[in-house]
């Protein structure tokens, strides 16, 4: 098993990030400011030395979203999956989240599951359930 020191910064651990493309999602709202703030918690993933890819789905109808994360999980073998709270919530998402998580069960059984509060603490969460699950000391 992969392990690294909590403080390193030189990681080869490859996590995946599902979430919600904020330009597909459906309603009155500005998405640039969430679209913003994906772009930093992935250079934030990128700077704790995470080798990290996203894979957003639109809530509009234009993604079989089942399919686009199965290729996504399949792509590689990852180290740790982190479900985007857009995922999570609101109620009306249970069955959404639902089939993520098993989707993950089933394409990348190896990989830790976290979840994050906002797009700003995707390399925390990924740290706190790599930690979890034994693969990184500290």
């Known amino acids: 098993m992969k392990t690294v020191s909590r403080d390193s910064t030189n990681s ?35 700077d704790r030395g995470f080798h990290a890819e996203a894979c957003l789905v639109g809530l509009d109808g234009s993604d079989d979203i089942q399919a686009r994360v199965t290729v996504a999980l399949q792509a590689r073998s990852w180290d740790c999956v982190v479900v985007g709270g857009g995922i999570r919530e609101p109620e009306e998402q249970l069955e959404l989240f639902e089939s993520i998580i098993n989707l993950i069960r089933r394409h990348a059984p190896q990989a830790a599951i976290a979840f994050n509060h906002t797009p700003h603490d995707l390399a925390d969460a990924a740290a706190r359930a790599l930690r979890f699950a034994k693969k990184v000391e500290g």
């Open 12 to 46: 080869n651990f490859h996590v995946l990030v599902i979430g919600l493309d904020p330009y597909r999602v459906p309603g009155p709202w500005d998405p640039k400011p969430v679209a913003d703030a994906i772009e930093i918690g992935m250079k934030a993933l990128a």
